[in-house]
């Protein structure tokens, strides 16, 4: 497969550079090519997506709502092969990767409807005969970049309530998610959405990131990605006063008390833990175990991390497969490098394929660092997970708040009042009582505290806020 540019309701190959993608569960498979994309091709991008915003902010609702509801019956349609070329690019296994997929269908069904619901509230007014009333109305060109570890679902989330609420849409994926997104674009293509309502631009962040944010004409930017990154953008759309959204990093802990139901905790703890490969913002990074339970639960992920089955990201049995490419192997494993020479191993998986055929990284579960070291305060954003006892629930609430991130949090404990103290007390923009960190519906707003996002929220209704700018207006009839 090859990526490229849906630029104005044309397709096009760019010609700033070509880049091959392996399989990363394979690498001496090619799995395609991505065409670079240059500062011409972002400005084509910016005045196509000006030129079609007055039309479809004019569309009514219920119309732009149809062609959501078509984009995401084609998708549902094309599951298996939108999913097939995500694992095949990125390397999430392929029964997770139909499961997020699935989530963009219900994305865009969830949004489409907003096409048929109230958007807008009356007021009472404090002279007689006065309507007053608010109403969304669109933010205009809205930049979107998406990261690659989500390559269907975070586009979508974005995307769609962009869409519903007006806007017209600049997309920018990460460059080893270009050709998901290539195919992707094509089923929204299919669905008839009319011509640069959606644009994309494949290319390097570094390179395009500039040109989007400091000289195409957008009104708002939606990112998703590392918080270096996420916190310059937020400069540079502060500096020209447009709407800006960045979800970014995260070093979610789960807190495991003593009196916590081990069959619960401990599939839902390596869940967040090790789908994906670790490679979710909200992935397990550090686990907080009350002293009376470190054995037990110790001896009870090592039991369950013996059973787990690490291969292709085709494989259906998968429960993790490689990571995504030659960089974040490299990056992952200078952490397993320094765990190695600094940490004890508590639990390792089990490689069911050979290490160097692809990105694979083995699981790892490790202790014996304190609170300040990097493994317990850096995204690793790979297979790991550093274990750390508590003394009681205080020191436990207090190890899980000191971070600077805050995207999510979990708590495993069958004492309704602690639980509850800690969905209170703990920093996390997503706090849960015996749920893993991740996996948080898309009906629900999703997004972080502290470093970890713009104190913004995705999905759900909290969407629609972002994507939209709310009037007050106000009639007098009498
Ligand atoms: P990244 O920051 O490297 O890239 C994200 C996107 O930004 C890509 O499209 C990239 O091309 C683009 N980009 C890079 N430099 C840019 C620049 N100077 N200007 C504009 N755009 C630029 O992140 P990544 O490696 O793709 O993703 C992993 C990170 O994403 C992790 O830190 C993870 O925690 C985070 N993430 C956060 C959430 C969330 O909702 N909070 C969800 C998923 C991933």
């Not at 789960?254 to 789908?275: C, K, Q, W, Y």
């Not at 974040?328 to 050979?354: F, N």
């Not at 629900?444 to 470093?451: D, L, R, V």
Request: proline share 4%; net charge negative.
């Amino acid at each position: 497969m090859e990526s490229r540019n849906w630029i104005g309701g044309e397709w096009t190959t760019p010609n700033a550079g070509q880049v091959v993608i392996k399989n990363p569960s394979n690498v001496s498979e090619e799995t395609g090519v991505i065409h670079l994309s240059d500062k011409a091709d972002v400005l084509q991008a910016g005045q196509a997506a000006k030129q079609a915003l007055g039309k479809w902010a004019s569309t009514i609702l219920p119309a732009r709502g149809e062609i959501l509801y078509k984009v995401a019956a084609l998708l549902e349609q094309q599951a298996d092969d939108v999913a097939r070329i995500a694992s095949l690019e990125m390397g999430k296994p392929i029964s997770e990767m139909k499961g997020e997929v699935m989530r963009g269908v219900n994305l865009l069904k969830y949004y489409a409807a907003e096409g048929v619901r109230a958007n807008g509230t009356v007021i009472p007014a404090s002279q007689d005969k006065v309507l007053q009333y608010t109403k969304r109305v669109p933010l205009g060109v809205v930049a979107i970049i998406t990261p690659w570890n989500f390559p269907v679902a975070i586009p979508i989330w974005k995307i769609a309530p962009a869409l519903i609420s007006g806007n017209t849409v600049i997309w920018k994926p990460a460059e080893v998610a270009s050709l998901t997104a290539t195919r992707v674009a094509q089923v929204f293509a299919d669905a008839g959405l009319p011509a640069g309502v959606l644009n994309l631009v494949v290319g390097k962040g570094r390179v395009l990131g500039d040109v989007l944010l400091k000289e195409v004409e957008i009104d708002a930017v939606s990112f998703t990605g590392s918080t270096g990154t996420g916190m310059g953008i937020a400069a540079a759309a502060a500096s020209r006063n447009i709407k800006y959204q960045t979800e970014m990093g995260g070093k979610n802990a789960a807190v495991v008390l003593n009196d916590a139901n081990l069959a619960i905790t401990v599939p839902a703890v390596l869940s967040g833990a090790f789908r994906s490969a670790g490679q979710k913002c909200t992935a397990t990074s550090r686990v907080i175990v009350e002293k009376g339970i470190y054995e037990a639960f110790s001896q009870a992920v090592r039991d369950e991390m013996a059973r787990m089955h690490i291969a292709s990201a085709l494989d259906p049995k998968s429960y993790l497969g490689p990571v995504a490419t030659a960089d974040q192997h490299e990056k992952v494993m200078s952490y397993v490098k320094m765990a190695q020479s600094d940490a004890q191993t508590i639990a390792q998986g089990q490689l069911q394929v050979e290490a160097a055929s692809g990105h694979y990284i083995t699981p790892l579960v490790v202790e014996g660092v304190s609170v300040d070291h990097p493994l317990v305060q850096e995204e690793i954003f790979g297979p790991m997970m550093t274990m750390l006892p508590a003394d009681n629930f205080d020191d436990a609430l207090a190890l899980c708040n000191k971070t600077v991130y805050g995207l999510s949090a979990a708590v495993f404990t069958g004492d309704i009042s602690k639980g509850m103290r800690f969905l209170d007390e703990a920093e996390a923009g997503m706090v849960r009582i015996n749920q893993e960190t991740a996996g948080v519906e898309y009906q629900a707003p999703f997004g972080g505290m502290k470093m970890s996002s713009s104190h913004s929220r995705e999905q759900g209704q909290a969407a629609l806020d972002f994507y939209s700018q709310t009037k007050t207006c106000a009639v007098y009839y009498g």
